[in-house]
């Protein structure tokens, strides 16, 4: 009886130590000191004197002690080909030894290093979950047993034990990995938000002319702010750009920028990428968040409003109301909290007498508007923004581009540019395309369009005349269908007169 007693107060002894071990993996997350809780834990439930943990390297040529119990050494190393600790962890065998010193594989440097006297040993392998990487990851060893030598039992605490211990590396590396990916994720965040805020910078935008230093005065002062602003402009005035601007100064900075162009998507697409998505919507349909929520703490640039449907923009308007929102599919509330900076090429006021778009929403978003100047309106910001695209190019290109002619810029600033900045963007990189290295960009390169826009050369007032009433003549012939009756009155000539301008420029019917 006494002995059932004592069997059954070692396994509970035992399984105090497993949940001892258990309780330690859930609360303590540093893994030196969880490896040394491991490895007390054995030493005292088998009543050794030492016990050890060796973690094989990743080049899987030799050991080292992570913890050793009962000894000052803790930094030993040696070959995987060295010792009974090397063999279990290159076979995996588990090794009970009473007579270490007869045993051909027990190697007895690591005694006269550490002045200690091994009598008997225990050795089990450390398997990880990671079928991928091969043999164990380490091994678990116990050093003379203070009464009498190892026993099954003592294995199957000691193998309990080493998976435990298993697990908990593999956790730690594990971390220890994701901790470095988050570190590299957080630096080039940083990065990239440091290259966000000085490229769309309110200093880089360029811009001389009246009606754009006064917007940028305005947008800068109400960057700060946390009011929705509309920006109103023709296509390719560079709105997006000014809204990163706004964004980068204001207090939510730090925070996400994010953009959707209204027009891109049909409406039952836009809906999903700007509400998200519930699973199962559809087949195949994996959740996902949708722009307004990866805008959260930060900024939702809305582009091409007027383009958006009535439906949708009437769950827009709950969004700007209420800072709440539902995903595609799904009935549960969502809360957020973003800016929105919308913006337009269209005439919003003329789009609500259409009926096109709603006028709560239009007074929900025109908090503040700002309305970009076409390129034609800031004529002196062409040579300007044409040098800066020249520069943009040409490091592209790696063209040892000399500049641009004063022919070149005349010709630029003439031509009135429906596409606006982007437009200008465009022909200059065409003209880089087609410039060759070393020359200088001259009005020949630039594109018919652009240059049938270029002023006409001053010439002699008789030729200036003759061309312009020659013209009149021809136009006033083809309209009255050769009628020169006709012709004279709607230039305002007798017959005699324009028979006689008619022989005098040589006309002919």
Excluded at 28 to 48: F, R, S
Excluded at 68 to 87: Q, V
Excluded at 216 to 237: F, M, P, W
């Amino acid at each position: 009886m006494n002995e059932d007693t004592a069997r059954l107060s070692l396994k509970i002894e035992r399984l105090e130590a497993l949940l001892a071990v258990t309780k330690a993996m859930v609360t303590q997350h540093d893994l030196d000191k969880l490896l040394d809780i491991i490895a007390h834990e054995a030493a005292n439930i088998v009543g050794a004197e030492r016990a050890s943990i060796f973690l094989v390297t990743s080049d899987r040529r030799a050991l080292t002690s992570k913890i050793a119990i009962g000894m000052e050494e803790t930094g030993l190393a040696f070959s995987i080909d060295a010792g009974i600790a090397g063999y279990v962890a290159r076979t995996g065998e588990v090794i009970v030894s009473d007579d270490p010193y007869g045993d051909e594989r027990f190697n007895p440097r690591i005694d006269e290093e550490t002045g200690f006297k091994t009598f008997n040993l225990a050795t089990v392998p450390m398997y990880g979950t990671d079928e991928k990487k091969p043999g164990p990851l380490g091994v678990f060893e116990v050093l003379n047993k203070k009464d009498g030598d190892f026993s099954e039992e003592d294995l199957e605490i000691l193998l309990a034990l080493s998976g435990q211990a298993a697990v908990a590396i593999e956790n730690a590396r594990l971390l220890a990995e994701l901790r470095l990916a988050q570190d590299k994720l957080d630096r080039e965040n940083t990065r990239l938000r440091q290259r966000f805020l000085k490229e769309y910078a309110f200093e880089n935008i360029i811009g001389i002319a009246p009606a754009m230093t006064e917007l940028l005065s305005l947008a800068s002062r109400v960057a700060e702010s946390t009011a929705n602003i509309l920006i109103t402009g023709e296509s390719g005035t560079g709105k997006d750009l000014l809204a990163r601007a706004i964004h980068g100064r204001s207090p939510r900075a730090e925070g996400p920028f994010v953009a959707l162009n209204c027009a891109a998507l049909p409406e039952s697409l836009l809906e999903a990428e700007l509400f998200g998505i519930e699973k199962g919507v559809a087949t195949g349909v994996e959740e996902r968040d949708g722009k307004i929520a990866q805008a959260a703490g930060g900024t939702l640039f809305l582009d091409e409003i007027g383009d958006m449907s009535l439906a949708t923009q009437s769950k827009v308007l709950r969004v700007l109301q209420e800072r709440e929102f539902t995903r595609v599919g799904g009935s549960e509330t969502v809360r957020v909290d973003i800016r929105v900076i919308a913006a337009t090429n269209k005439d919003l006021k003329a789009e609500i007498e259409a009926e096109r778009f709603r006028e709560d929403l239009f007074y929900r978003l025109d908090v503040v508007e700002l309305c970009l100047p076409s390129l034609r309106e800031r004529r002196e910001d062409i040579p300007l923004l044409a040098e800066h695209f020249l520069e943009v190019y040409r490091l592209k290109s790696e063209k040892d581009i000399k500049g641009m002619s004063q022919e070149a810029h005349d010709v630029l600033v003439s031509y009135t540019w429906p596409g606006n900045v982007r437009e200008l963007q465009n022909e200059i990189e065409r003209a880089v395309a087609l410039a060759k290295p070393g020359e200088t960009i001259g009005q020949e390169i630039l594109s018919e369009k652009v240059r049938a826009a270029a002023p006409s050369p001053l010439r002699p007032m008789a030729d200036a005349v003759r061309a312009l009433e020659t013209g009149l003549i021809a136009r006033a012939l083809k309209e009255s269908e050769g009628n020169k009756a006709a012709a004279a009155k709607l230039l305002g000539l007798s017959r005699e007169g324009l028979r006689k301008k008619m022989a005098r420029y040589e006309i002919k019917l």
